[in-house]
């Protein structure tokens, strides 16, 4: 089974600025995939990026990027140059090694960008 | 990026009634998932669905949950008789290579 923590309270982030948002997981899986999501206050889930745990880069997507390290087990967002449209929900998850395994999610992190 | 449609957006329904959500995956993709997120909470795995068959299902899929494929596109979920906890909005997905997609949520509201 895998597990997924996100225990950071809500976030203020000066627009332009940068945010790190944490997340650590478990698993028994000797592969696996973790994903991070962007859930506005309109609710949809937006897929912003993808990290296989045999990569051996970071994945990045334009301002998005993962800080991805193994051994302490933890795949941070960071978000570069803060947008007011970046203000949603944003949950971390991860599947096991299967490609077509289900999604377990975190609590998720809520980020408020100010201008 | 691949566009899941779900339908309705949002539904209100009284407890006991049957409701049916929808959902159009990406063409072409053989696992479908659904999830559900109660109000304020995390996102929660329902069942997947692959070649006309639940793949795997969570403790949350009981009896009063069924899937469909009904015309070879449309995904449907079934709940037979609501009850107010069913309350949540609910994502079809669908997984194109190593990304999983989802569709834009359907809001359930069980009175």
């Known amino acids: 089974a895998q597990k997924i923590t996100q225990t950071q309270p809500g976030m203020f982030v000066q627009e332009k600025e940068a945010v790190t948002l944490d997340c650590t997981y478990d698993t028994s899986d000797p592969s696996y995939g973790l994903f991070w999501y962007k859930q506005p206050s309109s609710g949809e889930m937006i897929f912003l990026i993808y990290q296989g745990s045999y990569d051996q880069q970071n994945a990045t997507e334009g301002r998005y990027s993962l800080n991805f390290q193994k051994a302490r087990k933890s795949a941070n967002l960071v978000i570069s140059a803060s947008q007011l449209g970046d203000s949603a929900m944003y949950f971390c998850?991860?599947?096991?090694?299967?490609?077509?395994?289900?999604?377990?999610f975190g609590k998720g992190n809520q980020v408020v960008v100010i201008p | 990026e691949p566009e899941v449609t779900q339908t309705p957006s949002h539904q209100v329904t009284q407890m006991g009634q049957e409701v049916i959500l929808r959902c159009v995956p990406i063409?072409?993709?053989?696992?479908f998932y659904w999830y559900r997120q109660i109000l304020g909470q995390k996102v929660e795995f329902l069942v997947s669905f692959y070649n006309n068959e639940i793949s795997e299902k969570s403790e949350i899929f009981d009896d009063q949950f069924s899937v469909e494929r009904p015309d070879g596109s449309n995904f449907t979920l079934k709940i037979r008789s609501t009850k107010l906890e069913d309350s949540a909005m609910y994502f079809c997905a669908n997984t194109r290579g190593n990304e999983q997609y989802f569709g834009p949520g359907t809001r359930l509201t069980v009175t």
């Open positions: 998850a991860m599947r096991g090694h299967l490609r077509n395994n289900r999604l377990a």
């Open positions: 063409s072409n993709h053989l696992y």
